[in-house]
């Protein structure tokens, strides 16, 4: 089957991880989803998360996919289960990933998560990292002021990032952890500054290199690894979003074609 590569996130997060899925695998070709009208999704509740995720699911599956990333850790937690019993189509979360980066990273077994309200209250990354291994010790924190704060284009000032970083983190003890897992697509955009507050002694990992090899994994299986792209890379968004554009010509470094949709059309 010769169809694209279907990637969603709720905005610019996701591209974190098209970045890698376009290192990795020139010959693909890419639809990505960033529902920029919904965004953010970390303080949803569970059915609104699913609602939304759905209906950009079904507007990718339209578009002649053969599988699909949520390359979005929220949508991971509260919608990967119904959504892979609903479709046909393979789909991917990227938690197994984070999980799994974790897990090698860490030395004294004490990681810390940090991610949206919704993935760090729904426990899925302890409960996940405690079935590889039940002595690991998981402190989560929720960053709720970050992915606004780089929706709006702010994270091109790295004063600002920092400082950011610095008010959300300050009084978050770690408890020794040697892993921090960035669990939401969104914050290695603010990597830098990540490190910069927590010192070279602490190993920062992301889920985005670990999901494009499960990604090159699936589509071997399924024997659906495309000899050549069958059209442009696109970038769809449901709201127009003038950061957007920056962002993704920032992080990929190149021209892409986004096409902005009023809304997703039933
Ligand atoms: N990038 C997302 C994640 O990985 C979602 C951020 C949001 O919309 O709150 O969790």
Known sequence: MNGAI?????????LTVVKEIIE???NETIYFFGDTANCPYGDKTKEQIIENVDKAIKFLIDK??????????????????????????????????????AIKSTKNKKVVVLGT???INSNIY??????????IEVFGKSCPSFVPF???GKYKDSNLSFELVREELKNFDIKG???????????????????????????????????????????????????????DDILFI??????????AKNLLYKNIFIKNLDEIKE
């Open 6 to 14: 279907g990637v969603f996130d709720s905005g610019v997060g996701g």
């Open 24 to 26: 990795k695998l020139p």
């Open 64 to 101: 002649n996919i053969k599988i699909i990333i949520l390359a979005c850790n929220t949508a991971t937690a509260a919608a990967l289960d119904i959504l892979k019993s609903k479709y046909n189509v393979p789909i991917l979360g990227v938690i197994n990933a984070g999980v799994k980066e």
């Open 117 to 119: 309200r919704y993935t």
């Open 126 to 135: 302890p409960n996940e990292l405690k079935k590889e291994n039940n002595e």
């Open 150 to 152: 780089i929706e709006e």
């Open 177 to 231: 952890s040697d892993t921090i897992v960035l669990g939401c697509t969104h914050y290695p955009i603010l990597k830098d500054s990540i490190e910069k507050f927590y010192g070279s002694d602490i190993n920062i990992v992301s889920p985005s290199k670990e999901v494009s090899v499960e990604l090159v994994n699936e589509l071997t299986k399924y024997d659906i690894l495309s000899k050549e792209k069958i059209d």
């Open 238 to 247: 449901s709201k127009n979003d003038k950061n957007f554009h920056e962002t």
